[in-house]
């Protein structure tokens, strides 16, 4: 039986970082809002970022379910989806209280969360009329 981080990375594979097309459309085509909301959800996927390292540090599972439960909020909402299903991963690893395996999630996503932040602000910078 292949491994969760197996099976997420072949699914992870199939999804773009950030769909930036269907972020576009869940604003109903409103580009200068979907980046006004891309600019929040970066700041809010980075506080995550530094609440998973915490949560793991100090070996507290509810602040870990907490971070990875609204990264993968965020993340869905911001049509970040291998961001969500690894969020989604650790979530459940809090719940589990399976700290160990929550770490090494954790320290893997790490990339995947600076990627997803770049793609957004890349979108942000933009100029008015290109998408």
Known sequence: MPSEGHNR???GAELPVFDEDSFVKR???DVDIARQVAARAID???QHRIGLSEALDSVDSEKLHFHAHSLKGVSKLMECHQLARCAEVIERQSTNQIIAAARKETESIIPLINAAIDALGDFCS???GSQ
């Open 27 to 29: 604003v109903l085509g």
């Open 126 to 128: 933009k100029k008015n």
């Open 44 to 46: 809010d996927i980075t």
């Open 9 to 11: 990375q072949a699914l």
